[in-house]
Protein backbone atom coordinates (compact mmCIF):
# COMPACT_ATOMS: atom_id res chain seq x y z
CA UNK A 1 0.00 0.00 0.00
CA UNK A 2 1.25 3.46 -1.07
CA UNK A 3 0.53 6.67 1.05
CA UNK A 4 -1.86 7.63 -1.97
CA UNK A 5 -3.73 4.58 -1.45
CA UNK A 6 -3.88 4.98 1.85
CA UNK A 7 -4.67 8.34 1.69
CA UNK A 8 -8.31 7.19 -0.18
CA UNK A 9 -8.89 4.75 2.61
CA UNK A 10 -8.97 7.39 5.06
CA UNK A 11 -10.82 9.79 3.08
CA UNK A 12 -13.46 7.02 2.02
CA UNK A 13 -13.78 5.06 5.45
CA UNK A 14 -12.27 7.37 7.49
CA UNK A 15 -15.32 7.58 10.20
CA UNK A 16 -15.45 3.60 9.84
CA UNK A 17 -11.68 3.55 11.58
CA UNK A 18 -12.47 6.01 14.29
CA UNK A 19 -13.25 3.59 17.94
CA UNK A 20 -16.87 4.61 18.37
CA UNK A 21 -16.28 5.53 22.00
CA UNK A 22 -15.18 9.17 20.76
CA UNK A 23 -17.83 10.81 21.70
CA UNK A 24 -17.79 14.59 19.85
CA UNK A 25 -20.43 16.73 19.18
CA UNK A 26 -18.72 19.59 17.16
CA UNK A 27 -15.64 19.63 14.28
CA UNK A 28 -13.33 21.66 16.74
CA UNK A 29 -14.14 18.37 19.85
CA UNK A 30 -13.28 15.73 16.87
CA UNK A 31 -9.89 17.84 15.83
CA UNK A 32 -8.88 18.02 20.09
CA UNK A 33 -10.51 14.51 20.55
CA UNK A 34 -8.28 13.23 17.26
CA UNK A 35 -5.79 15.08 18.29
CA UNK A 36 -5.54 13.67 22.04
CA UNK A 37 -5.34 10.16 20.55
CA UNK A 38 -2.81 10.31 18.19
CA UNK A 39 -1.02 11.47 21.62
CA UNK A 40 -2.39 8.33 23.01
CA UNK A 41 -0.97 6.63 20.20
CA UNK A 42 2.62 7.77 20.32
CA UNK A 43 2.48 6.86 23.94
CA UNK A 44 1.81 3.24 23.01
CA UNK A 45 4.82 3.20 20.33
CA UNK A 46 7.06 4.78 23.01
CA UNK A 47 5.98 1.68 25.04
CA UNK A 48 7.05 -0.77 22.41
CA UNK A 49 10.32 0.53 22.08
CA UNK A 50 10.77 0.74 25.88
CA UNK A 51 9.98 -2.92 25.85
CA UNK A 52 12.47 -3.90 23.35
CA UNK A 53 15.14 -2.34 25.31
CA UNK A 54 14.03 -4.27 28.33
CA UNK A 55 13.01 -0.58 29.98
CA UNK A 56 9.68 -1.94 30.77
CA UNK A 57 8.47 -4.40 34.07
CA UNK A 58 9.92 -7.59 32.77
CA UNK A 59 5.80 -9.26 32.45
CA UNK A 60 5.51 -6.83 29.68
CA UNK A 61 7.14 -8.71 26.88
CA UNK A 62 8.14 -7.44 23.67
CA UNK A 63 7.01 -8.44 20.72
CA UNK A 64 7.59 -7.12 16.87
CA UNK A 65 3.65 -7.29 15.58
CA UNK A 66 3.09 -5.01 18.58
CA UNK A 67 5.60 -2.30 17.68
CA UNK A 68 4.80 -2.61 13.71
CA UNK A 69 1.41 -2.10 14.38
CA UNK A 70 1.72 0.66 16.99
CA UNK A 71 3.57 2.56 13.68
CA UNK A 72 0.72 1.72 11.97
CA UNK A 73 -1.70 3.42 14.67
CA UNK A 74 0.64 6.60 14.60
CA UNK A 75 0.11 6.77 11.45
CA UNK A 76 -3.18 5.85 10.45
CA UNK A 77 -4.23 8.25 13.66
CA UNK A 78 -2.06 11.14 11.91
CA UNK A 79 -3.83 10.68 8.76
CA UNK A 80 -7.56 11.03 10.16
CA UNK A 81 -6.25 14.13 12.08
CA UNK A 82 -5.21 15.97 8.75
CA UNK A 83 -7.80 14.77 6.72
CA UNK A 84 -10.41 16.21 9.47
CA UNK A 85 -8.32 19.24 9.46
CA UNK A 86 -8.15 19.72 5.56
CA UNK A 87 -4.29 18.91 5.54
CA UNK A 88 -2.82 17.18 2.30
CA UNK A 89 -0.57 14.73 4.02
CA UNK A 90 0.98 13.91 0.82
CA UNK A 91 1.32 17.54 -0.47
CA UNK A 92 2.90 18.54 3.29
CA UNK A 93 5.50 15.91 3.03
CA UNK A 94 6.30 16.82 -0.52
CA UNK A 95 6.65 20.93 1.24
CA UNK A 96 8.83 19.86 4.20
CA UNK A 97 11.20 17.45 2.46
CA UNK A 98 11.73 20.13 -0.31
CA UNK A 99 12.17 22.60 2.16
CA UNK A 100 14.85 20.00 4.09
CA UNK A 101 16.47 18.94 0.81
CA UNK A 102 16.85 22.82 -0.14
CA UNK A 103 18.86 23.85 3.01
CA UNK A 104 20.79 21.12 3.23
CA UNK A 105 22.11 21.95 -0.07
CA UNK A 106 22.61 25.85 1.25
CA UNK A 107 25.25 24.09 4.20
MG1 LIG B 1 -2.27 1.61 19.44
Do not use: P, S
Not at 31 to 38: D, G, S, W, Y
Amino acid sequence: MNLKELKNIIKNEGETLINKTQIAETEKEKILLRAVKLNEEVGELCEEILKKFGNQRKEKKFDDKNLRGEFADVIITLMLLADKMDIDVEEALEEKVNYIVKKKLKE
